[in-house]
């Protein structure tokens, strides 16, 4: 099955830097990248997700890159916000198949 | 994007008693809606993937008849935690298969805690 791995579990970042957290996968078949920001006590958000047939997606100050190749995925969050400090998960999927396969999560906090 | 909503968002039950959640899409269909439960600081783990007017689909380790769900209808799907013990508190959460292009949402969770 799909074996996601995601780094670092925690970041700190100071207001206005840039944060990127990565993610590999296992299985060549997974098509479908997303990425959820989840607060405290609620539940995730889908924030930008990517498919296998392009490269690069960008939306605003968030963007994702994909390697099909390496087999790893990155989310990008430029200009950093205190508002931008969560949890993030990255996934992995097959069209066809049911489920997501998460990572273990990196726990973001943006200094003011 | 699409709404997945939650109820309640947060419960307290008695030992031994049972307890419902409720997962609806609000402004979509769901023919398949999944229940996660997720543990403080851990990542989302997979309960059973619920299809609509069939059985759930259970992941290895999730007891069906102590978690049973109910997907009656392309908008609602029921986690229901039948005879509850302190060790059943947790954050569960569900989701939603939006459209053909296989975006999940997901709810806002809810926080079962039993006493």
């Known amino acids: 099955g799909e074996n996601v791995e995601q780094h670092p579990s925690t970041l700190s970042v100071q207001e206005g830097d840039s944060a990127v957290i990565k993610c590999t996968y296992s299985?060549?078949?997974?098509?479908?990248f997303p990425w959820y920001k989840q607060e405290l006590g609620k539940g995730p958000q889908l924030i930008i997700d990517?498919?296998?047939?392009?490269g690069e997606k960008k939306d605003q100050r968030i963007a994702v890159t994909l390697n099909k190749t390496a087999k790893h995925f990155s989310l990008h969050i430029t200009e950093t916000q205190p508002e931008d400090s969560a949890v993030y998960f990255c996934a992995a999927s097959q069209d066809a198949a049911n489920n997501l396969f998460f990572g273990t999560g990196t726990r973001l906090t943006v200094i003011p | 994007g699409a709404v997945v909503s939650q109820h309640p968002s947060w419960v307290i039950c008695k030992s031994g008693t049972s307890v419902k959640i409720e997962c609806r899409s609000l402004d979509f269909q769901a023919t398949t809606m999944f229940w996660y439960r997720q543990f403080p600081k851990q990542s989302l783990m997979l309960m059973a993937t619920?299809?609509?007017?069939?059985?759930?689909?259970?992941e290895q380790g999730v007891e069906k008849d102590k978690f049973l769900i109910n997907h009656a209808s392309l908008t609602l799907s029921t986690l229901t935690v039948t005879s509850a013990h302190p060790e059943d508190s947790s954050f569960y959460i569900c989701?939603?298969?939006?459209?053909?292009?296989?975006?999940?949402?997901f709810g806002e969770g809810s926080w079962l805690t039993v006493v």
């Open positions: 989701s939603a298969r939006y459209g053909p292009g296989n975006t999940i949402y």
């Open positions: 299985d060549s078949a997974s098509n479908y």
């Open positions: 990517i498919r296998s047939n392009v």
């Open positions: 619920s299809n609509e007017g069939s059985k759930a689909t259970y």
